[in-house]
């Protein structure tokens, strides 16, 4: 007999207290190094409608990098096959915001999902606009497929990201020099970081990623977001880049496509099934969250949920 989702979330929730707190919350800004590190939240929603909670699901996090995969949906719509002339997508095996291939690789990035990558992408969403339509366009995006209209932006996180993206300005300066930026540092950076701040639940993040189970279709309002074919190539770049040099591990261990930030959240697909997202500040060593890993883990197994 299948596993009960409701009762497999609440008993890996119910495993995951014994683990609150394990990690390192990133501080590289304030607003980051001050949340709390026993926070954990889990929730799932499937493509049928139903959904399946845990904790901290319903209180708000800094997306980060997992904005990625949405900046990623909309450069596809936008841009189509032509984005993969600027951005590849094969794994790094490098740090997220690591310089060292850009240079041999001539200005174009390994993947969406790496820093540099994803400002390559954001590039392509501000193409024919400003930096503050693009960062609307972006919210919006969100807040319809999160069906969450007062999902916004922490401007003291998009602040601090800018003040201390020291890194991320030697990427697009350096991509700028590879003629691989159209538009003003600035304005790409400004979108990037505001993409980054941008606060969100796990029951709205599982929400929001519900169509990249559905073949980009979002089963629960009909509407169609991207097509089959660029549905199936997010979830392949989630799979194969979504968690830097420890993807190879994530593919290992929950078998699932997937993409993390270092506010500790994940975004987890199962294909023709569910979304799940999982919150917990503490990261490892890598930058992934270390408690949300292990959840996942356990939930995909007892769900048999891993596509291998
Ligand atoms: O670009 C940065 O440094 C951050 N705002 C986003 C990084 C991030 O989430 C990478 N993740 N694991």
Redesign the pocket.
Known sequence: MPADLADVVAEVGREMEAHRGEGRVADYIPALARVDARRFGLAVVTCDGRTAEYGDAWVPFSI??ISKVFTLTLALKRQGEALWTRVGREPSGSR??SIVQLEAERGVPRNPFI?AGAIVVTDVVLDGRGFDAAVADIRDTLRELADAPNLDIDTEVARS?AAT?FR?YALANFMRGFDNLKHPVEDVLQTY?NQ?ALRITCRQLARAGLFLAAEGLDPLSGRRVVSPEHARRINAIMMTCGH?DASGDFAFKVGLPGK????GGILTIVPDQAAIAVWSPGLNDV??SQVGTLALERLASRMRWSVF
């Not at 993390?260 to 506010?263: A, L």
């Open positions: 980060q990098s997220f915001n820093n990201e993206g991320n970081f980054c830097y993390s930030g270092v506010g930058g992934n």
